[in-house]
Antibody, heavy 119, light 111 residues
């Protein structure tokens, strides 16, 4: 059974960089046919797509966040990571990692999510 | 890239059916048969309920069904049960530039 687990600091200062890692277990991040995605959810609000990456390194970002986001992959560790620059209080959210089907774009496996507070 | 439009709330009594809509544009919902629906309990990760407009992953009850007409997709929950009370989100593929777009979410209440 595929499992994803987010990890990283729960508190980040304004103007600094938010960095999170998602560790994939029970399957290979190098599987063809899937992207690996980051999604976030501010407290009490809806879900927002951040971006995704293919194991070979190609990335796709939400246009509204593109200038501040970098997603990278480390196939040797079966991990992918999120960096969000110049954070503000508006970036406070639960951050989820997930597996995204390449063709139909459904998100079929999710991590439990991790709360990151900017303060 | 605007969010897909969902009603903020929906409700029904046990045993009844309820339908939640998800409206986009010809660049997302109307342009691809790649609409998905997710159920989210408070404090939990979303769970995939429907993909490719109307397909159900293994383990999802057939009480959940999806459809699409033009730029609007719909999720129907039949035979409502107390455990169906949750937030529901739709998503759509929006092309190689647009990526994936979420709906604003609908809180389903079982009366």
């Amino acid at each position: 059974q595929l499992q994803l687990q987010e990890s990283g600091p729960g508190l980040v200062k304004p103007s600094e960089t938010l960095s999170l890692t998602c560790t994939v277990s029970g399957g290979s991040i190098s599987s063809t046919g899937y992207y690996w995605a980051w999604i976030r959810q501010p407290p009490g609000k809806g879900l927002e797509w951040i971006g995704s990456i293919y194991y070979k390194g190609s990335t796709y970002y939400n246009p509204s966040l593109k200038s501040r986001v970098t997603i990278s992959v480390d196939t040797s560790k079966n991990q992918f990571s999120l960096n969000l620059d110049s954070v503000t209080a508006a970036d406070t959210a639960v951050y989820f990692c997930a597996r995204r089907a390449m063709a139909a774009a459904e998100l079929d496996y999710w991590g439990q999510g991790t709360l990151v507070t900017v303060s | 890239q605007s969010a897909l439009t969902q009603p903020p709330s929906a409700s029904g009594s046990p045993g009844q059916s309820v339908t939640i809509s998800c409206t986009g544009t010809s660049s997302d919902v109307g342009g691809y048969n790649y609409v998905s629906w997710y159920l989210q309990y408070p404090g939990k990760a979303p769970k995939l309920m429907i993909y490719e407009v109307s397909k159900r992953p293994s383990g999802v009850p057939d009480r959940f069904s999806g459809s699409k007409s033009g730029n609007t997709a719909s999720l129907t929950v039949s035979g409502l049960q107390a455990e169906d009370e949750a937030d529901y989100y739709c998503t759509s593929y929006a092309g190689s530039v647009g990526g994936v777009i979420f709906g604003g979410g609908t809180k389903l209440t079982v009366l």
